[in-house]
């Protein structure tokens, strides 16, 4: 039986690990990327897929009131009530594929089909580009210190910004009490 040496073994590998230095240092780099995992294993890259399957829709009232909140906070507004006026809905685009083919010389047939995912249920989702939310076309608000010339222009510019809303579509009253 035969007796190995390490030393004498490392000895004997050393001029062949220099002439292959560079491939074995890309082996074990690719060895370790394979054991730490590929990035779509990692936990963050699985809720982006989750998240873009999920639907995420506009919601309007919660929009409103997190205005209202934030109108109410300027000096002198009061309490806030706002009211707006959007123009269509939300609209969501998928990924498709298009084909083209032609029949003949001047006959060109397209076909055009969903781009969907599959998941590890079996399930499919279609593949979601984007989302557009709807536009606002004006917005009334009623606030208590609308009398003041300063809050009302203060008001007008902060719904401006906000809903993206030229100021000529913005009006701003003074609210009123309301007895029965």
Do not use: H
């Amino acid at each position: 039986m035969w007796k190995l040496n390490f030393s004498d073994f490392a000895i004997k590998l050393q001029p062949m690990a220099q002439k292959y230095k560079y491939a074995l240092l890309i082996f074990l780099v690719g060895i370790i990327m394979l054991c730490l995992g590929s990035p779509r294993d990692a936990p963050e890259s699985n809720s982006q897929t989750n998240n873009s399957n999920t639907t995420s829709t506009f919601d309007l009232t919660s929009f409103e009131d997190s205005l209202e909140k934030q109108l109410s906070s300027i000096n002198g507004a009061g309490k806030v009530s706002l009211l707006l006026s959007i123009e269509g809905t939300e609209e969501t685009v998928y990924a498709s594929n298009i084909r083209e083919s032609s029949s003949g010389e001047s006959n060109n047939i397209y076909e055009k089909d969903l781009s969907v995912l599959s998941d590890s249920g079996y399930g499919e989702q279609p593949v979601k580009v984007k989302s557009i939310s709807p536009t606002f076309r004006g917005a009334v608000v009623l606030c208590e210190g609308a009398a003041d010339i300063n809050v009302k222009y203060s008001i007008t510019q902060a719904v401006s910004a906000a809903c993206g809303l030229s100021m000529n579509k913005i009006s701003v009253l003074e609210m009123g009490t309301y007895t029965k």
